[in-house]
């Protein structure tokens, strides 16, 4: 599945992260706020066009189709996470990065074909998906085509393509007001992960697991894997 963004030309047009260009992908991003698999790699996906402005540059949400997006998508996510926020040491990858059912989730902006932003969706035992490791490349971070309200409105469709009833995340509590605002809802209170106030949501159509919200609310730390959004 895609999911297509146009808007307003910005600037800044080389400060992006070429695909395959993981060695300026590690100097060229940093975080904006914080998962489609190694097996999901290459599939052909529905296209959902989403209205803007005419415009030179669009957003293309889709999974990793090629090894070089997804390594692209894993530098970009270190940038973040390891050199950056320092909430992990050496590799933000885990077994959730390895499981075939997980979405690794890339925003390309056509026509430079610059990676502008990830995000990576992945599933439990128990058919609850969650969302996470959402990154914005520095060059979009202000840019009019809304990089991350459009990664996570992808991140969206992707999971109830597969049928799913329940998709949640853990979110840096700087960042709630974002989720609030594209219409995810706050279950329980913050819990504290890394060093760094989390706070579990959901999308509005999502369903909320039985004890979730207690659970939350007694400060228990995020499962494994959930970090900086996810």
């Known amino acids: 599945m895609l999911v297509r963004l146009s808007g307003p ?4 047009r080389s400060a992006g992260v070429p695909v395959g260009a993981i060695a300026q992908a590690r100097t060229a991003v940093t ?3 914080s998962d ?6 290459g599939k052909a996906s529905p296209i959902t066009t989403l209205p803007g402005p005419r415009s030179e540059r669009s957003l293309v949400c889709r999974i ?9 998508h894993y530098a970009i996510r270190e940038a973040s996470f390891v050199r950056h926020q320092g909430l992990f040491d050496g590799s933000d990858i885990d077994d959730h990065d390895r499981d075939p059912r997980t979405m690794h989730l890339v925003a390309v902006c056509e026509p430079t074909g610059e990676v502008a932003g990830v995000v990576r969706c992945y599933a439990r ?3 609850v998906w969650f969302g996470g490791r959402l990154v914005v490349s520095q060059a979009f971070r202000t840019s009019k085509l809304k990089v991350a309200p459009a990664l996570v409105r ?6 109830r393509a597969t049928g799913a009833k329940t998709f949640l995340a853990y979110i840096q509590c700087r960042y709630a007001k974002l989720f609030e605002h594209i219409g995810w ?8 992960y890394a060093g760094t106030p989390h706070q579990l949501m959901r999308p509005g159509w999502s ?5 979730i919200a207690e659970a939350a609310a007694a400060g228990g730390p995020p499962p494994v894997g959930h970090s900086a959004n996810g």
């Open 9 to 12: 030309a910005v600037e800044q």
């Open 31 to 33: 975080t904006d706020d």
């Open 36 to 41: 489609a698999t190694i097996g999901n790699a």
């Open 64 to 72: 990793a189709a090629t090894v070089e997006e997804l390594d692209t």
């Open 125 to 127: 035992e128990d058919g």
């Open 154 to 159: 992808a991140a969206e469709e992707h999971v």
């Open 185 to 192: 809802v706050p279950i329980g209170g913050e819990v504290e």
């Open 207 to 211: 369903e909320e697991p039985e004890g």
